[in-house]
Structures are given as structure tokens and as C-alpha cells.
Nanobody, 126 residues
Framework: QVQLVESGGGLVQAGGSLRLSCATSGLTFRAYAVGWFRQAPGKEREFIAA????????YYADSVKGRFTISRDNAKNTVYLQMTSLKPEDTAIYYC???????????????????WGQGTQVTVSS
């Protein structure tokens, strides 16, 4: 059974930092690309970042570029999202998702991902 479990969310003041983790099991992790998405109340799910299977290629939405960093540790079957300079508009539920095979052309298309976690809440206060 494939599982993706996000952790690390919480309440932080504007300008602060958080690191989210996405721990996976039940899949050949090193073969899968992983993306992070978020969804704020009343809004569509939004692509945030993605990393390819080997970790050598990363992609970011313009809204987080320069502030967020995605990385992966294939030995731990885990992907991370380091978030800095957080803003109130970053408040959302954050989801990780796994995708095989990797196609960077659809990295921001949520329907192209195969497995999803349950999400972790990030709240940024002003």
C-alpha cells in the first residue's frame, strides 16, 4: 500500500520559516518524481514545486521562487520543502504527490500525479 505522509506544518509569523516533510512508503521512491501543491480555502489547488526522480532537476511556481526549496533524500524515501520568508498568502493546506514516469511538461498538473498525501496545514500570521 502506497502512503505519503506530510508533516512539519504549523503556525508561524510572517517572515518565518518552516520545513515540510513528505515521507513515503510502498513505492519505489527513487523512480518517482514528487511535487508539492497547496490549497487555500475557496481556492483551486496550486502547484508549488517539484523535483525529479534523481533530485537533479527542480521546478517552482513563480509565487514561491527564491523563498522555497524542494529537495529529496532517496535513502530516507523523503522529500522536503524548506519554506522561508513566509507570507500570510502562503497559508494553505500543503500536499505532496508522487508521479511516475516523470514528465516536466505536466509538473504543475495535479491530475498527472499518481499518489497523494493527506496534507498538512500551514498558517502564516501577519
Amino acid at each position: 500500500q502506497v502512503q505519503l505522509v506530510e508533516s512539519g506544518g504549523g503556525l508561524v509569523q510572517a517572515g518565518g520559516s518552516l520545513r515540510l516533510s513528505c515521507a513515503t512508503s510502498g513505492l519505489t521512491f527513487r523512480a518517482y518524481a514528487v511535487g508539492w501543491f497547496r490549497q487555500a480555502p475557496g481556492k483551486e489547488r496550486e502547484f508549488i514545486a517539484a523535483v525529479n526522480w534523481g533530485g537533479g532537476s527542480t521546478y517552482y511556481a513563480d509565487s514561491v521562487k527564491g523563498r522555497f526549496t524542494i529537495s529529496r533524500d532517496n535513502a530516507k524515501n523523503t522529500v522536503y520543502l524548506q519554506m522561508t520568508s513566509l507570507k500570510p498568502e502562503d497559508t494553505a493546506i500543503y500536499y505532496c504527490a508522487a508521479k511516475y514516469p516523470w514528465s516536466p511538461d505536466v509538473r504543475d498538473v495535479s491530475d498527472s500525479y499518481d499518489y497523494w498525501g493527506q496534507g498538512t496545514q500551514v498558517t502564516v500570521s501577519s
